[in-house]
């Protein structure tokens, strides 16, 4: 079973708390939808409670 295979049994979206190498916490979401085509998209962001948001990244995944 491959990552994709794990992700796309898994879809919905995630919340978890972490720290910066600045020793700041952040709160980050990460939403995993699997799509029709067999594609996975992952939608990341990360939240500081002073700055706000912080980094935010989107990808699409395709196995072959």
Known sequence: M???????????????????????AYTVRVAVQDL????LTLDYESWAPR????HAEAARLFQR
Request: aromatic letters at 6%; zero cysteines; glycine letters at 22%.
């Open 2 to 24: 491959s990552v994709l295979d794990r992700l796309a049994g898994a879809p919905g979206v995630f919340w978890g708390e972490g720290q910066g190498p600045d020793r700041a």
């Open 36 to 39: 029709p085509d067999g594609s």
């Open 51 to 54: 700055t706000g948001l912080r």
